[in-house]
């Protein structure tokens, strides 16, 4: 850019001539002269800094927290290791951070500790020194002064032995213990102080023993204290406190025993103890032996005994045994001398004649063979043994005394086993449980019912059936307080409005899997062999050879209700006509109208629901309710059993297996024709309160 001027030097001329424009030269500035008038002097830099600082100064003292840093003991150092901090007084200008601190004080373990400044504008952060361990050091003084291998606790932790030096131990409150052999316990608060500061404890231990002296006439006796030698009398013995067991013994002398009761520190001299001349031993032997035995008129027991006597002087001895003499010798004894003397028995025998039937048995006398059995000898004139045996026949086993002088004769006639077991077998039994269980000698008989009976349903074919086995039945249906035996928390529920769960109604409200457990239980108690194999809780087969309890087969069942021993067959309980008279049984009658749609008209039992056990007719069989109160769990699967052929079966106990289970008889609910007959089928696989059960089990042959 061109800079342009007026000219001062030119000439003037007349001011109404312009001036004329004329050119200069132009030249740029040096840059190097422009620098320099820019450079700053020092005084201006030593101006910045100081504004510089002042600014960051009054940043930090507008940002930094107050911090008081309080220390256990006050007179700790504190060392701020890094990061940056100004310590006005006892407090701290501190930027918001961490900072690690190392603690120090003597007498106390150094601390490394961090301190967290917060955003508060003034903090507190109190920190507190441990304490060095305490120097601890134990001696232990007795009666015959310093004790070593005393053992030393703390609050029951050992921390060593006697003598004890400079134990480290952390400061505060113990309970300082101290055992040793021979001595009491010691046991005394003390207090440990720390900062490595010397705690010496002393302590002068007690005695536990007393001071005895011994001594007996004549001396030299042993003297033993709890079966320990400790010397010969005279003797002076060291012996701990409590109650021991003292014995003094001398040759050719009685032993001196008594208990001594010894206190700590106790000091005594017993009076002196006179011993007394040893017994002599006598062994006295009889043949045969078991004599009774009497000294000086006084019984000491039976052949062979050891006993005692007093030395120097004479002794009585007669034996006495049923069947032989008395014998008595004379003796005399020395002390500490042993006799041994045996005294044969002169046997008193009377002749006996043995008649035994069958011929052939054999003769024992006190267990030993005498021959056969019909036969005349000479027995002992006391009570013995007698047995006579036979295979096949049950033994006769009896006690016979014979009496001298007399004519004497023993006639025996063996049972054969079956005889036995005929004559043993019990027509009622009793349960654990209480039931009652009637016997009962079943036989042939045709189950099912004709296709022309009215009522007859698909599933009652004709089938002719033996039963070989005997069996016991109960005559009742388990009742709720039997069940309960086995498990009390059953309860077999209510009716529109009434119980069926007192304890002699039927139990109802139970599976077929209940009853047959509650059989294997109760054989379990009687300690019978168990029907039901039983694995996980659940019955996987059963064992037809078992006579524990179980319950009856579809079979059994309908033989114990349907026959009448005359060789009839019976439709109902109580004949072959409908409705049922007054009293036949528990049926669905007019109680049950109000909530029930099938019942039979005019029929009225009294009961709503399950009858006690007992209230009806009993059957030909002696069995109750076999129509009528409760319907019942048998045995077996259900299954339509079709009779192909002409075969009578041999107990049968039904399908091997199966989803359900068969159920025989009518209940309170049934009213039709088809479920008041006793050949009427059902089955179910789950629980009712018309359902329960009775039980039975085979004859043990």
């Known amino acids: ?46 101006v910045a800094g100081f504004l510089a600082m002042a600014g960051v100064a009054s940043w930090f003292v507008l940002s930094a927290r107050s911090v008081y840093v309080e220390v256990t003991p006050l007179t700790a150092s504190v060392e701020i290791q890094s990061g940056f901090s100004l310590q006005i007084g006892q407090r701290y200008l501190m930027l918001p951070g961490d900072y690690p601190v190392l603690l120090r004080q003597e007498g106390y373990h150094d601390a490394q500790v961090t301190l967290a400044v917060g955003s508060a ?58 055992n040793v052999d021979r001595y009491l316990p010691y046991t005394q608060s003390v207090r440990i102080d720390g900062r490595s500061t010397l705690n010496p404890f002393s302590a002068q231990l007690q005695q536990a023993w007393g001071e005895f002296s011994f001594s007996t006439q004549p001396a030299g006796a042993e003297v033993l204290v709890d079966g320990q030698l400790l010397g010969t009398t005279p003797y002076r013995a060291e012996i701990l406190q409590g109650d021991h067991e003292v014995t003094l013994k001398l040759a050719g002398h009685k032993a001196w025993q008594d208990t001594l009761e010894v206190a700590a520190g106790q000091t005594a001299e017993l009076p002196t103890v006179a011993l007394e001349r040893a017994d002599g031993l006598v062994f006295i032997r009889s043949q045969p032996s078991g004599a009774n035995v009497t000294i000086n008129g006084q019984f000491r027991g039976q052949t062979p005994v050891e006993v005692a006597l007093p030395p120097g002087r004479s002794h009585e001895i007669s034996l006495f045994k049923s069947g032989f003499d008395a014998t008595s010798r004379t003796i005399e004894t020395r002390p500490d001398e042993e006799q041994d003397i045996t005294v044969p028995l002169i046997p008193i025998t009377s002749v006996v004649s043995i008649i035994a039937e069958p011929a052939g048995a054999q003769l024992y006398v006190d267990g030993e063979l005498k021959g056969d059995a019909n036969q005349t000898l000479e027995l002992l004139a006391a009570s013995q043994i007698i047995e006579i045996r036979q ?86 249906e388990v009742s709720n307080a039997q069940y ?83 060789g009839n067959t019976l439709r109902y309980p109580w004949g072959d006509q409908l409705p ?122």
């Open 391 to 476: 295979e096949g026949y049950v033994p006769y086993t009896g006690a016979f005394t014979s009496r001298p002088g007399l004519e004497q004769e023993l006639r025996v006639t063996l049972k054969s086993l079956e005889e036995a077991r005929l004559e043993a077998i019990r027509p009622v039994i009793t349960t654990a449980a209480g039931q009652s269980l009637t016997l009962l000698y079943p036989g042939q008989f045709t189950m099912g019912a004709s296709r022309r009976e009215a009522g007859r349903r698909a599933n009652e074919d004709l089938r002719e059936v033996r039963l070989e086995r005997p069996f016991y039945l109960s005559p009742h």
């Open 580 to 701: 049922p008279p007054a009293g036949a049984g528990n049926f669905a009658d007019v109680s049950v109208s109000p909530f029930m749609g099938q019942f039979i008209v005019g029929y009225d039992d009294t009961f709503l629901g399950t009858a006690p056990a007992g209230q009806f007719p009993v059957n030909s069989r002696g069995m109750y309710d076999m129509a009528g109160n409760v319907s019942e769990w048998v045995h077996d699967f259900y299954g339509t059993l079709l009779s192909l052929s002409s075969n009578v079966e041999v107990d049968p106990a039904g399908p091997q297996a199966g989803a359900y289970h068969t159920i025989k008889g009518s209940s309170w609910a049934h009213s039709s024709i088809t479920e008041l007959r006793l050949s009427y089928r059902d089955f179910s696989d789950t629980a009712r309160n018309d359902l329960g059960f009775r039980i039975a089990r085979y004859l043990e042959e």
């Open 1 to 46: 850019m061109q800079e342009y001027r007026q000219d001062s030097a030119r000439p003037e001329v007349a001011s109404d001539v312009a001036d004329p424009i004329v050119p200069i030269e132009f030249s740029p500035p040096d840059p190097e002269q422009k620098r320099a008038g820019l450079r700053l002097r020092w005084p201006h830099v030593l």
């Open 121 to 178: 504008q003034a903090q507190n952060h109190p920190f507190a020194l441990r304490e060095l361990p305490g120097i601890v050091s134990v001696e232990v003084t007795g009666v015959s002064g310093g004790l070593s291998g005393a053992i030393v606790q703390l609050n029951g932790s050992e921390i060593g032995r006697t003598p004890l030096r400079d134990m480290a131990i952390e400061p505060g409150e113990y309970t300082l213990t101290i």
């Open 484 to 566: 309960k035996q086995f498990k009390a928390d059953h309860s077999s529920g209510v009716i529109e409005g009434r119980t069926l769960d007192l304890d002699n109604q039927p139990v109802v409200q139970v599976g077929w899997l209940d009853a047959a457990l509650y059989c294997n239980w109760l054989s379990e108690r009687e300690g019978l062999p168990q029907f039901y194999q039983v694995q996980d809780g659940q019955v996987t087969g059963f064992d037809p050879e078992a006579t524990g309890y179980r319950l009856p087969t579809e079979a059994e069942w309908e033989w114990a209700a349907r026959t009448d021993g005359n």
